[in-house]
């Protein structure tokens, strides 16, 4: 429910569904699994009001399935390299990614 209303108010879905879906101590790949279905279910919710706002033209759907290529790709690598490498570097990996993510999005409207 959390999750939901921080999506709502900010159209982010990562916080708190990621803590949370850590903090449970599934496997990596089920940790995985979870987070795109929780990521794909967020879209999927996400896309319907985007549109109902008038926010969705042709040109921005248009760029967004262009995205899908690049996106796809980087699943791919990283499903390879998920597969390669141990847990605990995958956990650190994954969250400084995380945190990479988030200080880029919290300094963005700043520069």
Same mark, same amino acid.
């Given at each position: 429910?959390? %999750?939901? +209303?921080? *999506? ?5 879905? &990562?916080? !708190?569904? &990621? !803590?949370? +879906? ?6 990596? #790949? ?10 794909? %279910?967020? *879209?999927? #919710?996400? #896309?319907?009001?985007?549109? #109902? *706002?008038?926010?969705?033209? !042709? ?8 995205? +899908? ?7 791919? +690598? ?5 597969? @390669?490498?141990? !847990?605990? &570097? ?16 919290? %300094? @963005?409207?700043?520069?």
């Amino acid at each position: 429910m959390l %999750t939901g +209303l921080v *999506t709502v108010g900010t159209g982010v879905f &990562v916080v !708190p569904a &990621v !803590p949370y +879906l850590q903090a449970l101590g599934l496997s990596r #790949a089920m940790l995985v699994q979870a987070l795109g279905l929780s990521f794909l %279910t967020s *879209t999927i #919710a996400l #896309a319907p009001a985007i549109a #109902a *706002t008038g926010d969705m033209s !042709p040109e921005i759907a248009g760029a967004s399935l262009i995205a +899908l290529a690049p996106a796809l790709g980087g699943m791919f +690598l990283g499903q390879a390299l998920r597969n @390669k490498i141990g !847990p605990a &570097v995958f956990r650190r990996a994954f969250f400084g990614g995380l945190l990479l993510l988030g200080c880029y999005l919290a %300094t @963005k409207p700043l520069l």
